[in-house]
């Protein structure tokens, strides 16, 4: 599918298309649709919460589902770009890679099974502390602290977010959460964001109104992936323009404590220095790595890819959604990078539209602000490696 646009484009401006080759695939994943992470909800709101049969953060069988469309769009995907052979690859031409929460594991798993049905890949699982999705503060200079709490509190000072606090403490009917009658805390407006001191070996923390926001429409976003009732999402008061509208908290709030430069480079740090080991030391066909929106947000700031937006969907980092390296080979014997954002939008997600080459997942083009690329969203693969050993 992807080369055929390539091949149609390339059309256009020469006589003779150049057929590229696929060479290899290096996939960043978030993990699929799981329970809500907070235990606080219930404090935010006097309305009652749609029960779940999953432990909190645990991934639910439609993440499964979801993910399992992924594994199967993504092998019919290389299978026609004759990167992987029809049935089982060979087993050093895939590696996978998960943290080793739950929710990575078993979307790593779900993907797997689907992509490559009955072959016996193993799922590689990460230790508990694995530093390479571990979403931790490393640098333990004063200096170093002081800076990222400046650029923190710009971030949170630029945001301009009251018609969103408005919407959802309506929704919410925050005035009358437990919240507000026993904690005092009854304005997401006026309350107070407080940027917590920063600590090696844990995450940048941001406590308050956005934190609460970002908490509840983390949990709406879930039943409407999930496919709770229409009542049972946001108690039935979203449409697009809200959704939109509370998709700016979930923004702000994680451009707070992930989107500056010095603070991402620093935590992705390891995930940077684990890919550019994979890119440039390794020579798997296909490898998948599963982790967390903290690791993708981080990785793209960390590694400054220009600021893109998703079609057809809310987040920079969806649920599923699937950051795509892929390097191509041409007939002068030329490698270029190409990076897709795969994702599936929100309608997807919500119906659990089988994924196929006539129907895929979205494909957004990513680009690296030190890997320009052409037309045709191709970069140098020189140039790539370039800039990854300044890592
Ligand atoms: C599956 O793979 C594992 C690890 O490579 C190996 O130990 C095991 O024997 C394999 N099982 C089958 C049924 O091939
Ligand atoms: C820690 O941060 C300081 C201040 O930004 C920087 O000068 C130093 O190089 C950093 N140390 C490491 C190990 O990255
Ligand atoms: C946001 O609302 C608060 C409280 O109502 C108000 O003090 C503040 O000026 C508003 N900010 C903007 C940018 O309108
Ligand atoms: C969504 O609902 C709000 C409030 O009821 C309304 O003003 C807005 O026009 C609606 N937007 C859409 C796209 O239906
Ligand atoms: C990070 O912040 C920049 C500048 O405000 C913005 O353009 C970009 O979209 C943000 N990136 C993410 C991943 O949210």
Redesign the pocket.
């Known amino acids: 599918m992807l080369t055929f646009c390539v091949l149609l484009s390339v059309l256009l401006v020469q006589a003779v298309p150049e057929k590229l080759i696929l060479e290899r695939v290096v996939v960043l994943s978030r993990h699929n649709v799981r329970s809500p992470l907070s235990q606080h909800l219930a404090e935010i709101t006097p309305r009652p919460w749609p029960h779940w049969d999953e432990k909190s953060g645990y991934l639910t069988p439609k993440g499964v589902y979801l993910e399992g469309l992924m594994g199967d769009f993504f092998s019919k995907w290389l299978q026609n770009e004759g990167l992987l052979p029809q049935g089982c690859p060979e087993k050093d031409d895939v590696f996978v890679y998960a943290n080793s929460k739950q929710r990575t594991k078993v979307t790593a798993r779900a993907f797997v099974l689907k992509a490559f049905p009955g072959c016996n890949i193993t799922v590689h699982i990460g230790d508990k502390s694995d530093p390479v999705f571990s979403p931790f503060v490393h640098n333990n200079t004063d200096t170093f602290k002081k800076e990222v709490l400046e650029k923190m509190q710009e971030v949170l000072d630029s945001l301009h977010l009251n018609s969103s606090y408005e919407l959802l403490e309506n929704i919410l009917d925050y005035k009358d959460s437990d919240m507000c009658k026993t904690k005092l805390k009854c304005d997401l407006e006026m309350d107070m964001n407080k940027i917590n001191e920063i600590t090696a070996g844990e995450k940048p923390t941001v406590t308050g109104p956005l934190k609460i926001c970002n908490t509840a429409i983390d949990a709406f976003k879930m039943e409407y992936y999930n496919g709770f009732s229409v009542p049972d999402v946001a108690w039935g008061e979203?449409?697009?323009?809200?959704w939109e509208t509370l998709s700016k908290l979930m923004e702000g709030y994680h451009n707070v404590i992930f989107n500056s430069t010095i603070l991402a480079k620093d935590i992705a740090l390891p995930l940077i220095k684990y890919m550019k080991d994979i890119f440039i030391n390794k020579d798997t066909k296909f490898t998948l790595l599963m982790g967390h929106d903290a690791n993708i947000l981080t990785f793209v700031t960390g590694m400054r890819f220009k600021p893109y937006i998703l079609p057809n969907q809310y987040e920079k980092a969806p649920i599923g959604g699937k950051i795509v390296f892929q390097k191509w080979l041409n007939g002068n014997g030329e490698y270029f990078l190409s990076i897709h954002y795969v994702y599936a939008s929100t309608s997807q997600l919500r119906l659990g539209s089988k994924l196929s080459l006539m129907k895929p997942p979205q494909f957004k083009v990513l680009e690296l602000q030190d890997c320009p690329v052409n037309n045709e969203g191709f970069c140098p693969w020189e140039t790539f490696e370039k800039l990854l050993r300044d890592f």
């Not at 979203?238 to 809200?242: G, I």
């Open positions: 979203l449409n697009n323009t809200r």
